[in-house]
Nanobody, 131 residues
Framework: QVRLVESGGGSAQAGESLNVSCRVS????????LTWFRQAAGKEREAGAGIFKDGGAIVADFVKGRFTVSRGDAENPLILRMNSLQAEDTAMYYCAAALYCSHDRWSADSLWSRAQSYDFWGQGTQVTVSS
């Protein structure tokens, strides 16, 4: 069974940058669609950015232009780079993996952004932004 472990995150001032990484073990990371979700206190979990099996990336509109997602190496195959951080970015950031997914359908139908589409989740890493 695949296991996801997030790292990075921490505290930052508004306007600064942070990176978070997701380590995948137990299976080949390219067999999964990998997505970063976040959940702020009292709010629903929301998808920020993801990588499909073919390496294509997708970023939610609310972080487009500030966040980028990329496929790293086998150690850390999913990297989220967060620039121009805002206090509203304060949240727990989760890595999620889905085995059965397709770039075309998932992006067209927004399946990539639905938490219930994913089979595996990490424990999360906290990001706190001070204004």
């Amino acid at each position: 069974q695949v296991r996801l472990v997030e790292s990075g995150g921490g505290s930052a001032q508004a306007g600064e940058s942070l990176n978070v990484s997701c380590r995948v073990s137990g299976d080949t990371y390219t067999a999964y669609c990998l997505t970063w979700f976040r959940q702020a206190a009292g709010k629903e979990r929301e998808a920020g950015a993801g990588i499909f099996k073919d390496g294509g990336a997708i970023v939610a509109d609310f972080v487009k232009g500030r966040f980028t997602v990329s496929r790293g190496d086998a150690e850390n195959p999913l990297i989220l780079r967060m620039n121009s951080l805002q206090a509203e970015d304060t949240a727990m950031y989760y890595c999620a993996a889905a085995l059965y997914c397709s770039h075309d359908r998932w992006s067209a139908d927004s399946l990539w952004s639905r938490a219930q589409s994913y089979d595996f989740w990490g424990q999360g890493t906290q990001v706190t932004v001070s204004s």
